[in-house]
């Protein structure tokens, strides 16, 4: 009789709030979005999760780079004190910038997804590589421009250009994501 080795296990928490369409598009309402996330997220950790895991466009603006303040901290300040606090893996979804090498007067925006580890640090970052037309970006538009009239996208978003295996090392762990409707794309 073989007996495979133990498998490591983890235990997870998805939080999936319920916010009208409505009030995601209004920045008075951001405050109130990610107080919500957090209080769930709160709730959620009373089961000891060892990765805790929030939607697509989970928090209200870019990341790591808004410095507006919820309740006192900023968006980044706030997502690492929740993680340090409990101990815990975070896996979010928010837009990312980064300088274009181009152009370092312009910025590269993405739609990704981020590692938080439990000492609250970034260990990875993705970026969705296949992009929603007319709703990330308009084709043709530079080309074209009167076109974003009929869509209500002013940018467009960069795509990524590489999967990336988020490693949860002290949870002996090895995840990857797909953003939106990536899944439907095999390779």
Request: glycine share 6%.
């Amino acid at each position: 009789l073989v007996i495979p080795p133990k498998q490591p296990e983890i235990r997870v928490a998805l939080i999936q709030p319920s916010i009208p369409q409505q009030q995601i598009w209004d920045p008075e309402e951001s405050g109130t979005r990610f107080r919500q996330l957090l209080a769930l997220s709160e709730t959620a950790l009373t089961n000891h999760a060892d990765l805790l895991v929030w939607p697509e466009a989970a928090v209200p603006s870019l990341l790591r780079w808004d410095t507006n303040l919820f309740g006192g901290t900023t968006l980044y300040e706030g997502v690492t004190n929740l993680v340090r606090r409990h101990n815990v893996w975070l896996i979010l979804g928010a837009d990312d910038a980064e300088r274009n090498p181009d152009s370092p007067e312009e910025a590269d925006y993405f739609n990704s997804s981020f590692l938080i580890n439990p000492a609250g640090h970034i260990a990875g970052i993705y970026r969705k590589q296949r992009l929603v037309m007319f709703g990330e970006f308009v084709p043709l538009a530079r080309w074209l421009p009167f076109l974003r009239r009929f869509t209500g996208v002013t940018g467009d978003f960069t795509p990524g250009n590489r999967p990336v295996a988020f490693d949860l090392d002290s949870l002996r762990v090895k995840t990857s994501v797909l953003i939106c409707f990536e899944d439907i794309f095999p390779h």
